[in-house]
């Protein structure tokens, strides 16, 4: 009876440590995944209406799946001269209408305007809404636009995240256009949900950086985290080096690269790069993990809003059991913590369907990694 009781003890400490914080509109999410190069980021590798469609959100919803984030670019939704493009505005109603049919609630992201790339750096751009009162202006036109367009559906049943991956050099420049946003936002829809990440990639150690507005529940906090990133980006050839063009091997868990391979590699990158990649001499596992997010668990608690991780995900360059085993902790660490997630991606190389690069895009489910994701 003592073990028993015992058992019970821990099974209810466990559901209390992952309980979170709730919002009045109820909009109510755990599991989600990322539906990318789509509305974001098309690369062109399908037709849009082959990419996705209603037949991917019954699946999302079978595998048990409560949420989809929804990227969406302005280079997607309008033409240069700032005419909405309709085409692209039905397929957004249309993923709606299948997220509804399938009981599956919608996060629509403004993953990138013109004006701003969350990795502009690194594709030779520069991002100039952190300096043009016009860029800006025309950032919150397009929250007006979006707003006019999707206020009717329900509060929980689709909520907002204003910008994917703030990259401003200073973080008060972000926080004074989440101040103009939300003020928008709420003047015309009070009680829809708002998605609020931290400047700089949303990386969690940033959080208490984020000025978050006052009184207001229906918020929730946001992190991304690709760390680390020696082994997530394993070959990547489109961030900095040393990533792109170290050749070794990597592992999880443990020491993702040993010390003296680490410090070679890292003779000749830049410098900007490299405290990006100093922690892959470190011991990673579930407890780097919970040291990694403290951060932003510590501020969602202060605040008593619900904490979200709103991308995370390994590529398939890395050994096979490593990569499931990198699934396995993190989503572990994410529920003992109660942070509702969302995996990068339903399609692409980092996804939950084989990859076998662009002359195989129909790659078949990858059952692993997607029991690795729902811990069963």
């Known amino acids: 009876m003592g073990a028993i009781l015992a058992m019970m003890s821990l099974s209810i400490s466990s559901l209390a440590a992952a309980a979170a914080p709730t919002n009045p509109s109820g909009f109510v999410i755990q599991r989600g995944v990322n539906l990318s190069h789509w509305l974001s980021q098309d690369f062109g590798w399908c037709p849009k209406e082959k990419w996705i469609s209603r ?37 957004l109603n249309k993923a709606l209408g299948w997220a509804k049919e399938f009981d599956l609630r919608v996060i629509v992201d403004l993953h990138s305007v013109r004006a701003h790339h969350f990795n502009a750096s690194n594709e030779g751009g520069h991002n100039t809404l952190w300096t043009d009162k016009a860029a800006q202006d025309n950032f919150i036109d397009l929250w007006r636009q979006l707003s006019k367009r999707l206020k009717s559906y329900p509060n929980d049943f689709l909520a907002y995240e204003i910008m994917n991956e703030p990259t401003a050099d200073d973080p008060e420049d972000w926080n004074k256009l989440v101040v103009r946003s939300m003020e928008f936002i709420r003047s015309v829809e009070p009680d829809r949900v708002i998605i609020l990440g931290a400047n700089m990639w949303q990386m969690p150690h940033m959080m208490p950086l984020l000025k978050v507005p006052e009184g207001d529940r229906n918020i929730i906090l946001s992190m991304h985290t690709y760390t680390p990133l020696m082994f997530t980006h394993h070959k990547a050839n489109w961030v ?8 070794g091997s990597v592992r999880y868990p443990g020491v993702v690269v040993e010390k003296e391979r680490l410090d070679e590699a890292m003779k000749n990158s830049p410098a900007s790069s490299l405290d ?32 979200y991780c709103g991308e995370f995900g390994c590529l398939p360059t890395v050994p096979r059991a490593d990569r499931l085993a990198y699934y396995w902790d993190i ?46």
């Open 276 to 307: 990006m990649v100093r922690n892959a001499s470190e011991h990673w596992g579930p407890k780097r993990f919970a040291e990694e997010f403290a951060p932003a668990i510590k501020r969602a608690k202060e605040l008593n809003l619900q904490l």
């Open 240 to 247: 900095p080096a040393p990533i792109s063009n170290y050749e």
């Open 55 to 91: 037949n991917d959100f019954r699946y999302i919803a079978s595998l048990g799946f409560d949420h989809v984030r929804l990227p969406v670019d302005e280079i997607e939704l309008w033409r240069e001269d700032g005419r909405p493009n309709e085409t692209n505005f039905d397929l």
């Open 331 to 376: 989503v572990g660490v994410f529920e003992e913590n109660g942070i509702a997630w969302a995996n990068w991606e339903y399609k692409g190389d980092f996804g939950i369907f084989e990859w076998h690069g662009l002359d195989g895009l129909n790659g078949a489910p990858d059952l692993q990694l997607i029991d690795a994701l729902m811990q069963r």
